[in-house]
């Protein structure tokens, strides 16, 4: 079986019914494994056999409940799509402005007290027929294509309840236009309603629209990061500059950027050097210095120098695409707490319509004269009411909010479920190598040594006259020059920045978990740790105190001797990174507790967690092991998140409740962890903790005015506060108060945008 997952835009969507019939539609169709709908993209993501689905099989599945699949397109450009969606509005704007305009005229010619002042023609009920007719079946035409459809496949949705209550009042009020005496002769009077039913249609239309033009913010972080792409590139093609569209770039292309510029695509510098603002596309404010070999990123901002770069990444390869893809992706899940609207929604408008009929029942039997014109209009104000428009809504608009704004600060989040789980983490386990520090040793200490042998064989330390600092590292650069090890290639990199010449090496070998022995200058040199001393027979004692201070400072100390003597010891540190502390101040502000991961020795591992103010530390821990331990701190009842480099900490950030990996830039990183944060800023793991809990916030608010709206208004709309109060809803009210919602709801969710994620004390 090939999995394969595709994502497909869907037309007709208006409401939680909808996605919950097409979700249902989908899971049917022999071969796919998942499928989720989102009403606020309004597009389908499915999990699927390839070799068993095929497009058409997708599209049947969409159409045999009412629906159009759009599969193909993702053939379209942006500029296509928009267009299109500007041109469904300016169609739905055009249905707006006539449905109101002709409802306004029939309502001032039949409202009472209002209809005295208007002409005589708009008073005429069969002029009033005439002009509520296009609105009818024109405007309308869009709510009678989806309901024919849905009630051809036995289901119904929220066009079915706008269609039955538009539609009674339509043909009752026909009715009473054309044969009057009918309804006269059963002690009626007969009185058209044609404005409830064209201005009802106008309303929800408008609703639409505006919720249309709203909902377009939400989806605003895709835009912006879309718009970052460079539009050509600057080439060297046999010998000759050009620029080129981005999409005929090809990997191994040589493109000069020049200052100013944006990079056309991620590549590796091969000749220059400049300052690059990469916050685009990581939220890192400061401009990053580049020099040959190293990374860039495409979309990003070159400042200063001129440079010349190697295309790796090209089309939907590079970084951006591949975060514009994920925060598609992520828009377009589904969060747990959203079962609950579509367990509700399920069943939602059977149960309306069930209401609705009821509604009828009482208000024919035991509602005031005249009961037909009371049972009518409070059985289309329930079916108006109803309308589930905002429970569909209430938390993917929410969720493409917040996902926006994370990736618009650096924090990439995978899907909903992890957003919505990231608030209620209580132990965040840091991986040190990599992630509190900066995974790059660097040489921290050189303290050349002579042991001399006096006559009671007691040692005494001095410092030697005849080999200097500077001797001391040129002599361990020399024979570490052929080791892979990363302490060798700290000490590499010193001897380089310093200009040194190393010495030839004879005769060099490694000792796996001792070190390296060579001979220079004829004579045999040693380089490791205390057991290859050891086995070497030199003696460190004399050099015991400065180790242990060293050590307990959270530094690896390395020892080189020659003629079974010390000479002098060499001490090597993983950097803390500048953000660390700043960000375990913040998230232990936010009540979380924070533990420290580590392979090294347990006084390493203590010097290091408690200059962080760390006081639970797991060390010696092998990578193998890690993803134990999360599973051994699970145990204890807590929610966890693993903090790694999202590629040898793999295991563990799959085993952690949520993982988070720091991006590297790399596909492993952004696979591995279900939040990557691209900026690589410790501070933004509490950021995406704070964004977490301020999206469900609002996704709680979201759901608590959907829900109530519905819970309130229904029972009012079937007229129980009529014996008490003698209040009715009109349905026109009605078809306000459900646009209102929808409105609110999105509205609600766009405040995200404003909201701060940063820690106070960041």
Known sequence: MLETKKTFSIKGMHCASCVNLLEQALKKVTGVSHANVNLATTKATITYDSQQVTDEHLSSAVASVGYHAMINEELKSENEEEAEKQKELKNLR????????????????????????????????????????????????????????????????????????????????????????????????????????????????????????????TSEAIKKLIGLQAKTARVIRDGKEMDIPISEVVIGDLIRVRPGEKIPVDGIIVDGESSIDESMVTGESMPVDKSKNDIVVGATMNKTGSFTCKATKVGQETMLAQIIALVQEAQGSKAPIQRLADLVSSYFVPIVIMLAIATFVVWYDFGPTPVITFALLNTVAVLIIACPCAMGLATPTAIMVGTGKGATNGILIKDAKSLETAHKISTIIFDKTGT??????????????????????????????????????????????????????????????????????????????????????????????????????????????????????GKTVMMIGADNTLLGLIAVADIIKESAREALEALQKLGIEVVMITGDNQRTANAIGHSLGITRILSEVLPDQKEEEVRKIQAEGKIVAMVGDGINDAPALAAADV????????????????????????????????????????????????????????????????????????????????????????????????????????
């Not at 024919?148 to 539609?167: F, P, Q, Y």
């Not at 024979?479 to 060099?508: D, N, P």
Request: hydrophobic share 50%; aromatic share 8%.
């Open 436 to 553: 509190l520090t900066k995974g790059r040793p660097e040489v921290t200490d050189i303290v050349p040594i002579s042991v001399i042998p006096s006559k009671s064989s007691e040692q005494a330390l001095r410092v030697s006259k005849d080999l200097n600092r500077d001797e001391l590292l040129q002599l361990a650069g020399s024979i570490e020059k052929g080791s892979e090890h990363s302490l060798a290639e700290a000490i590499v990199k010193e001897t380089e920045s310093k200009q040194f010449t190393l010495f030839k090496v004879e005769k060099f070998q490694a000792i796996p978990g001792h070190g390296v022995h060579g001979v220079v200058n004829g004579k045999r040199i040693v380089f490791g740790n205390k057991r290859l001393m050891d086995k070497e027979g030199i003696d460190v004692s004399a050099a015991g105190s400065e180790i242990s201070t060293m050590e307990r400072n």
């Open 94 to 217: 055009t249905k707006v402005i006539v449905s109101l305009g002709l409802g306004t005229l029939i309502l001032w010619g039949s409202f009472p007290g209002l209809m005295n002042t208007a002409p005589a023609i708009l008073q005429n009920f069969l002029a009033q027929l005439l002009l509520a007719t296009p609105v009818q079946f024109w405007a309308g035409l869009s709510f009678y294509r989806a309901t024919v459809s849905a009630l051809r496949h036995r289901t119904a949705n929220m066009d079915t309840l706008v269609v039955i209550g538009t539609t009674v009042a339509y043909i009752y009020s026909a009715f009473v236009t054309v044969l009057p005496d009918v309804v006269r002769n059963i002690g009626v009077e007969a009185f058209p309603y044609f404005d409830v039913a064209t201005i009802i249609i106008g309303l929800i239309l408008l609703g639409r629209y505006f919720e249309a033009k709203v909902k377009a913010g």
């Open 659 to 762: 993982g988070i990996a720091m991006g590297t830039g790399t596909d492993v990183a952004i696979e591995a962890a279900d939040i990557t944060l691209i900026n690589k800023d410790l501070k933004s793991v509490a950021a995406a903790l704070v964004l977490s809990k301020k999206t469900m916030g609002t996704i709680r608010m979201n759901l608590v005015w959907a829900f109530g709206y519905n819970i309130i208004l229904i029972p009012v709309a079937m007229g129980v506060l009529y014996p008490f109060f003698h209040i009715l809803l009109n349905p026109i009210f009605a078809s306000v108060a459900m646009a209102t919602s929808s409105i609110s709801v999105v509205l609600n969710s766009l405040l995200l945008k404003r909201k701060k994620i940063v820690p106070s004390n960041t």
